[in-house]
């Protein structure tokens, strides 16, 4: 089942480690510690050129368990259409990817105005993803975080798998609370 969660706007955050809170009712939260910074990845803007679209594709492809996402050409696709608007108009600066040594790790693409009716009017997160041997070294928290950083006090919203515990988990540190 999948959830929509909300970041409210203007939300500023006091990381749990220095005794701030997450913004998310206790009952809801999840139970985790924050994982560590990514440590050698650089994150920057992802570039919209033709082999850069279709490196994060193929990184797309590899992140999601066998046929999730279609074929690897399916998935170049699905990176295409996200670069030329069709889920609302890309955030040239919050869309963004982590590289180590030169090759994509993860990525978070992110659009303002998207053509869904329950997130209507938000920045959105349409897709985080991590290349499997990459996870749990704080990864896609650091581009959520980025991603936040460079979107400000906007409301964002995204869609994550209610049985997605690493996601909720980032998200949920992040602010995000369930719509």
């Known amino acids: ?3 929509t969660l909300v970041r409210p706007a203007g939300l500023r955050l006091r990381p749990a480690s220095l005794g701030g809170r997450t913004g998310v009712p206790e009952e809801d939260r999840l139970r985790a510690e924050p994982p560590e910074r990514a440590e050698g990845v650089d ?10 679209i279709e ?8 992140s999601y368990p066998d046929g999730e996402v279609g ?5 170049v696709a699905d990176i295409e259409a996200a670069s030329a608007g069709e889920y ?6 919050a869309c963004l990817v982590a590289e180590e040594g030169g090759e994509p790790v993860g990525a978070i693409l992110v659009t303002d105005k998207p053509p869904w009716d329950d997130v ?7 897709d985080l993803f991590v290349a499997p041997d990459k996870r749990g070294r704080g990864i896609g928290d650091a ?8 979107v400000g006090g906007r409301e964002v ?5 209610s049985e997605n515990a690493a996601a909720r988990r980032i998200y949920e540190r992040h602010g995000f609370a369930a719509r």
């Not at 209507?120 to 349409?126: I, M, Q, R, S, Y």
Request: net charge negative; hydrophobic share 45%; aromatic share 8%.
């Open 71 to 75: 074929t690897c050409e399916e998935a």
């Open 43 to 52: 994150i920057r803007p992802i570039s919209r050129d033709s082999e850069s």
């Open 55 to 62: 490196r994060i594709g193929r990184l797309y492809f590899r």
């Open 157 to 161: 919203g995204l869609r994550v798998e």
């Open 1 to 3: 089942m999948q959830l």
């Open 120 to 126: 209507e009017g938000l920045t959105f997160v349409v």
């Open 88 to 93: 609302g108009a890309w955030v040239p600066d």
């Open 143 to 150: 581009l959520v975080g980025a991603a936040l950083a460079a």
